[in-house]
């Protein structure tokens, strides 16, 4: 049954909506009041839940101690291998409706693929944290025509397809949403290429490396009539070069989106340039390897706690395994949410050098970016870093033929790209640079990765954090 036909779900979806967008605008002191009650709900909801009344219970916590955002740090972390190890029923509140919700899964990138739970109304408050984005841009859901190109997977549930059977779907009844486009990540470029280009949208919304292929494509002249106003990137790191490629390519403004399959859309970026959490949906703390706050400035362990309930509740979460730095200075645009800095990826993929040094998937193109700019040039296509031992690094880089030697002879590009990293990283670590036709995927990715490291994982955890 469609749950929209009934006048109770309705009535809290249409004010949840009405009231939830706008929310990132109201005073920070407002936010915060809502957060702190906002958050002794969904610890109340947690509390049902077997894995956490268990955690709990052993930590000897009182929920009712809880009164808000800055009793926080009370409550004891969640890990990813606790909820893996919880499923199915631990991490679901007793007596819950299954048939009523959706199981929605992780692709399993970063290690073991995460299952959990989402119910309509959980679905519909993720998607409204993602609509700020369209606020931010002034475009309409309804109106605005949106290519969205996902991984929109049958069977494995993901995000993109809870989405589509459940909110597109249902919505579809009382709105004729022609406007909206949905497309499989995982399809052919070109023939991505053809279907957006026959829809002609105003909105693109896609994975980063999906984007950068359909960009190499428009440089090549093709999908002439795909003219966006925005682009927004999301589920890969975006790096620099790449953003700037992609610009370039459509001349249309790429606007980052973080977002999660536990989290749901944690920040978006505004128009100033600034990623803005949303922090009256998600709350994100930047931690040491203590579980501390970090000092000014520097990176930590991203954990989440999601400040809704339904579902499968995720509080505390340190499952993300992304590392970022939150901004102390507030943007000048009219959002008044806390800024994160800079997002620096999965942990596992960073680069560390013998003296301890790491560099973070977002840091470790720049030289890339530098060679090209230096040059004028955006002939290369793509790039990945494999690190193969802590002192021996390739870089592969794939370049478009109709670019080449655009600018620069590829040759010397390459040379200028290795001499960058070699003053970055130091003479006791051997740089490879290379051409291939090709860059490698790896299991459980539907595009390929932007760093392999072959590091052994309890090495990273030494020198990481």
């Known amino acids: 049954m469609n749950p929209f036909l009934n006048p109770i779900f309705t009535s809290k979806a249409i004010k949840n909506y009405i009231t939830g967008v706008k929310r990132a605008w109201k005073s920070p002191e407002k ?17 049902k839940v077997p894995i956490y009344r268990k955690k709990y219970n052993e930590a000897g916590l009182d929920i009712n101690d809880i009164s808000g955002i800055d009793d926080l740090y009370k409550i004891p972390i969640m890990t990813k291998e606790e909820l893996i190890k919880g499923y199915p029923n631990g991490i679901i509140p007793d007596n819950y409706n299954k048939n009523k919700a959706y199981e929605v899964g992780t692709s399993g990138s970063s290690g073991r693929p995460v299952t959990i739970y989402k119910d309509m109304m959980y679905i519909i408050t993720e998607a409204i944290s993602g609509i700020r984005i369209m606020k931010i841009t002034d475009t309409n859901w309804r109106k605005t025509k949106i290519t969205n190109i996902g991984d929109f997977t049958v069977p494995t549930t993901t995000d993109e397809e809870a989405l589509k059977k459940a909110l597109i779907g249902n919505l579809s009844t009382f709105f004729s949403l022609k406007n909206y486009q949905m497309l499989y990540t995982g399809e052919e470029i070109r023939s991505l290429l053809k279907k957006t280009e026959a829809f002609e949208p105003e909105l693109i919304i896609g994975y980063t ?4 292929g359909l960009a190499s494509l428009k440089n090549k002249g093709l999908g002439k009539k795909i003219k966006p106003k925005y682009i927004i990137s999301s589920g890969e790191v975006l790096d620099s070069y790449t953003r700037k490629y992609i610009e370039e390519a459509f001349n249309a403004r790429v606007l980052n989106v973080y977002a999660t399959t536990e989290g749901g859309t944690i920040a978006i970026e505004c128009l100033n340039g600034s990623l803005h959490i949303n922090s009256d ?11 501390q706050p970090v000092n000014k400035n520097k990176f930590g362990s991203v954990v989440i706690t999601r400040l809704y309930p339904g579902g499968t509740p995720i509080i505390r979460y340190s499952g993300q395994d992304d590392i970022a730095i939150l901004d102390e200075n507030p943007c000048d645009c009219s959002m008044n949410t806390p800024i994160i800095k800079s997002l620096q990826g999965r942990k596992k993929d960073a680069i560390i ?40 690094i390739e870089i592969k880089v794939v370049i478009d033929e109709e670019q080449r030697d655009k600018g620069v002879k590829v040759e010397e590009l390459l040379k200028e790209i290795k001499n960058n990293y070699k003053k970055l990283v130091g003479e006791k670590v051997k740089i490879e640079v290379n051409e291939v036709k090709k860059v490698e995927k790896t299991e459980g990715t539907n595009s390929p990765p932007l760093i392999i490291s072959n590091l052994n994982k309890k090495k990273i955890e030494e020198i990481l954090l």
């Open 209 to 212: 490396s999906v984007l950068m």
């Open 281 to 291: 949906f998600v709350h994100l703390e930047v931690l040491d390897k203590k579980g």
């Open 31 to 47: 936010i915060k009041k809502y957060q702190d009650k906002a958050l002794k709900k969904a610890l109340k909801y947690a509390y």
């Open 353 to 392: 050098l013998p003296d301890g040094r790491v560099f973070p998937p977002a840091t470790i193109p720049m030289p890339i970016a530098d060679a090209a700019g230096k040059f004028n040039t955006y002939q290369i296509k793509r790039f990945q870093f494999i690190q193969k031992n802590i002192d021996d």
